[in-house]
T-cell receptor, first 114, second 113 residues
């Protein structure tokens, strides 16, 4: 596609439920990133994939968060037992290689946990 | 731990009124400093990368500069379409990739016609 695509754009769920957020990066981009942005704050790094493997997951806040990229393209961020504090915009970004900080961001998935 | 602080938090300008946004940072070896623009409801859009003190980059009405402690984003004769949140981010040496960035909280710029 022309840009990074994220679905759903909005997700409302109840505390304790399981959520999946999907990211379709720009074709040919090998590096994929997930960031989280709370209201009034800058994006916060969660995890980085180079190809199919998670090269750096140091930003995942706890073991309720997990992400996969099984075929080196589409990625899914999975959140178990959601908590109200998980409410934020989850941004996905891709880049043509890990050697650049020029990231192409999607529009984000806004998660609201009631 | 890398830290980025942006000021002011919000800036209101009249069209044509030039000004600067500040980004102060502490990082264990700077690999790169980045400026992004974010419109409401959208993801950040890349503007500039700066690598070393003294470096400058320009794009239309924007010019980014870098010192050892801070970066400035100068906006010359702004237009209403320059209204957005401007984000500064750093990447430290030794990181796993250039894309693992530490962002500041952003400066919300509003330009009135």
């Amino acid at each position: 596609g022309a840009g990074v695509s994220q679905t759903p754009s909005n997700k409302v769920t109840e505390k304790g439920k399981y959520v999946e957020l999907r990211c379709d990066p720009i074709s040919g981009h090998t590096a994929l990133y997930w960031y989280r942005q709370s209201l009034g704050q800058g994006p916060e790094f969660l995890i980085y994939f180079q190809g199919t493997g998670a090269a750096d997951d140091s930003g995942l806040p706890n073991d309720r968060f997990f992400a996969v990229r099984p075929e080196g393209s589409v990625s899914t961020l999975k959140i178990q037992r959601t908590e109200r504090g998980d409410s934020a915009v989850y941004l996905c970004a891709s880049s043509i290689s890990p050697d650049t900080g020029e990231l192409f961001f999607g529009e984000g998935s806004r998660l609201t946990v009631l | 731990e890398d830290q980025v602080t942006q000021s002011p938090e919000a800036l209101r300008l009249q069209e044509g009124e030039s000004s600067s946004l500040n980004c102060s940072y502490t990082v264990s070896g700077l690999r790169g400093l980045f400026w992004y623009r974010q419109d409401p409801g959208k993801g950040p859009e890349f503007l500039f990368t700066l690598y070393s003190a003294g470096e400058e980059k320009e794009k239309e009405r924007l010019k980014a500069t870098l010192t050892k402690k801070e970066s400035f984003l100068h906006i010359t004769a702004p237009k209403p379409e320059d209204s957005a949140t401007y984000l500064c981010a750093v990447q430290s040496a030794g990181g796993t990739s250039y894309g693992k960035l530490t962002f500041g909280q952003g400066t919300i710029l509003t330009v009135h016609p």
